[in-house]
């Protein structure tokens, strides 16, 4: 088994494509999913959370308002950085947790949709290919104000956050480009889904020890 990384910007529609490799049967395990999952109010993570960034960021149920701790890491690097330093363990070890599973299962490789693949750099190496769901950066800010209801200088403050997409394709094994209509999305998603599906990779190679060395330190 292999392991592929899944990443984009924000707004790039990373999404559309995930969905069309589930429909294709592909395990997918979704870092922002886990990522909600483990700031419930019965994690750890929560507990840290709410002592270092106080409860303003609550909403009346107790849980975290994810919109308003955005706007504060967003704007504030350094607290970006904290809140990271809190949750990126819980969720590899969650995310950990569901690769082992698939291999128990038989999957030929596991798809691992990180949003934050590139940026972090940490996760990289233990990724057979890397994915780069693309859009050209006019349509990329286009479509987060739209979606997000931002102004242009709070969209383009989201976006610079982050790697910028034309960088991001330098790191990339592939790339899917999302800037046309649904259908050619699709058709490169099935291009890639073949590729995968007819490589050999996930027979027994060199590098899966490395996955067994991450368990060992409660991954990557």
């Not at 607290?79 to 990126?88: A, D, G, M, V, W």
């Not at 209509?181 to 050999?200: G, I």
Request: charged letters at 25%; glycine letters at 6%; hydrophobic letters at 40%.
């Amino acid at each position: 088994m292999f392991l592929v990384g899944l990443s984009g910007g924000i707004a790039s529609g990373k999404s559309t494509v995930v969905a069309v490799l589930r429909e294709l049967g592909c395990a997918v395990i979704d870092a922002d999913v886990i990522a909600r999952e483990v700031v419930q109010p019965h994690f750890e993570a929560y507990r840290r959370i709410v002592h270092y960034f106080g409860s303003e960021i609550l909403l009346e149920n107790g849980e975290i308002n994810r919109e308003a701790l955005g706007n504060i890491i967003f704007s504030h690097p350094e607290k970006r950085q904290l809140l990271n330093s809190i949750t990126h363990p819980e969720i590899q070890k969650e995310m950990l947790k569901q690769i082992l599973k698939y291999f128990v299962l038989g999957y030929r490789y596991v798809i691992l949709d990180i949003p934050l693949l590139f940026e972090t750099n940490r996760l990289t190496k233990f990724m057979k290919y890397t994915v780069l769901i693309y859009c050209d950066p006019p349509m990329q800010l286009s479509r987060l104000m739209k979606r997000n209801g931002l102004s242009q200088a709070e969209a383009e403050a989201r976006i610079a956050s982050q790697l910028p997409l034309d960088k991001k394709r330098k790191l990339a094994t592939h790339i899917i480009d999302n800037s046309g209509d649904w259908e050619s999305t699709r058709r490169q998603v099935l291009r890639l889904h073949a590729r995968l599906e007819d490589s050999l990779d996930f027979l027994w190679r060199p590098e899966f020890p490395g996955l067994k060395r991450a368990v060992k330190g409660h991954l990557f």
